[in-house]
């Protein structure tokens, strides 16, 4: 199995595994103790990595989120709490996520072992996002967390590769996300207004703005043997139908699957 092959078959997993503990019934809860709604706890948290930046670098960067949406959950998570503080209740969310869906998973030992080594060696070279979280401080050494927040840190390079994708493509965000699976409902739910572009001119760039993504995500499955990235992606499957069998299990996020 090629890295590039390897990505792709991998997204799946990645993309639910990395980004369920967002919309976990605990997490919004957590949430609402904070004083913040399920956005603002979304914005802040993802982009708080960041520090306390302002408002269009964390529109830049968040990238698929309309900028007027991102104002208003940034804001108000600012009048509450510093974004910093949301990032870091944000990773233990993460954590605690990881720890009540994937400590019964047997191999989870090995599946943080491969998914760290991807992260590790992952070049952060325009992924503001990624390159943040990779540098924040995981409060959760269990082996579960440790595989959530690995699979969340590979969500974040796979979004920003795709990010970098859609640009290079001739896209806005809004046309990828209208050209998209969710089309306009994946537009509403980023925030956008109507009017939205047509969907069949945008197409073909959309596919090949995916081939893209696989492969940028490549370049950091390539420090994994042959055998060992189809290990992995047996591992991320398995992993995947353990975590549906749960209450609560993996919804996704929304918030970046529909654009990634």
Avoid at 182 to 198: I, K, L
Avoid at 243 to 249: E, K, R
Wanted: hydrophobic content about 50%.
């Amino acid at each position: 199995m090629t890295p590039e092959q390897a990505a792709a078959a991998a997204k799946a997993g990645v993309l639910e595994l990395g980004g369920a503990f967002s919309e976990d019934p605990r997490t919004l809860r957590r949430a609402r103790l904070m004083g913040l709604s399920g956005w603002a706890f979304y914005v802040a948290g993802r982009g708080g990595a960041l520090g306390d930046v302002r408002t269009d670098t964390v529109a830049a960067a968040l990238g698929f989120i309309a900028p007027e949406a991102v104002v208003d959950g940034w804001e108000a998570a600012r009048r509450v709490v510093p974004p910093t503080e949301v990032a870091a209740k944000r990773l233990a969310e993460c954590c605690r996520w990881g720890v009540e869906h994937m400590s019964d998973f047997p191999r989870i030992d090995r599946l943080v072992e491969l998914v760290q080594r991807i992260v590790v060696s992952a070049d952060p070279a325009a992924m503001p996002l990624f390159a943040a979280w990779r540098a924040m401080p995981v409060p959760d050494d269990a082996p579960a967390a440790r595989a959530a927040v690995l699979l969340h840190l590979l969500r974040e390079f796979r979004g920003g590769g795709h990010l970098l994708a859609v640009r290079a493509s001739g896209l806005t965000p809004l046309e990828a996300i209208i050209a998209g699976p969710d089309g306009e409902a994946g537009a509403v739910a980023f925030g956008w207004q109507p009017p939205y572009p047509p969907i069949g001119p945008l197409v073909r760039r959309r596919m090949w703005a995916e081939a893209v993504t696989d492969r940028i995500t490549a370049s950091a499955f390539a420090v994994l043997e042959s055998n060992e990235r189809v290990e992995l992606v047996g591992l991320l499957d398995s992993a995947l139908n353990l975590a549906q069998t749960l209450p609560a299990a993996v919804n996704g996020e929304r918030g970046q699957q529909a654009a990634s």
